[in-house]
C-alpha cells in the first residue's frame, strides 16, 4: 500500500477551476492505478475519474467529462486533477485512491488498496 495526501480545495465560484493534488509515499507508486472520487453531504461516494500507472490511459465519469482532467508526474509521486468550469453540483470532498496490479478502469471503492483523508471543494453558485 502506499499512503496518499490530497491537496489543493478550497472554495470557487460556478464557472471557475482548482487544481487538486494527490501526493504519495513510497517508490513503487509509478506502478499504481490512481483514482478520484468524490462524496457530496447525504451521499454515496462516486468516481470521478482513473488513470493508467504510465498515464496512458484515463477515464471519466459523464458528470466530468470535458470538464475534468486526470494527470500525472511519477517523478513527482503525484496524480493531478485539473477542475474546470465548476458547478455547484461539483462540490464535495475529493479523495484520491490507488490500487495495484493490470490497469483497468475501475469506478468501484472497494477496487482500490489506499485511500487518502480527501480535500474539500465548495462551489458557489
Known amino acids: 500500500q502506499v499512503q496518499l495526501v490530497e491537496s489543493g480545495g478550497g472554495l470557487v465560484q460556478a464557472g471557475g477551476s482548482l487544481r487538486l493534488s494527490c501526493a504519495a509515499s513510497g517508490q513503487t507508486f509509478k506502478w499504481y492505478t490512481v483514482g478520484w472520487f468524490r462524496q457530496a453531504p447525504g451521499k454515496e461516494r462516486e468516481f470521478v475519474a482513473v488513470i493508467s500507472w504510465s498515464g496512458s490511459d484515463t477515464y471519466y465519469a459523464d458528470s466530468v467529462k470535458g470538464r475534468f482532467t486526470i494527470s500525472r508526474d511519477n517523478a513527482k509521486n503525484t496524480v493531478y486533477l485539473q477542475m474546470n468550469s465548476l458547478k455547484p453540483a461539483d462540490t464535495g470532498r475529493y479523495y484520491c485512491?490507488?490500487?495495484?496490479?493490470?490497469?483497468?478502469?475501475?469506478?468501484?471503492?472497494?477496487?482500490?488498496?489506499?485511500w487518502g483523508q480527501g480535500t474539500q471543494v465548495a462551489v458557489s453558485s
Open positions: 485512491a490507488a490500487r495495484g496490479g493490470v490497469y483497468v478502469p475501475s469506478q468501484q471503492t472497494h477496487e482500490y488498496d489506499s
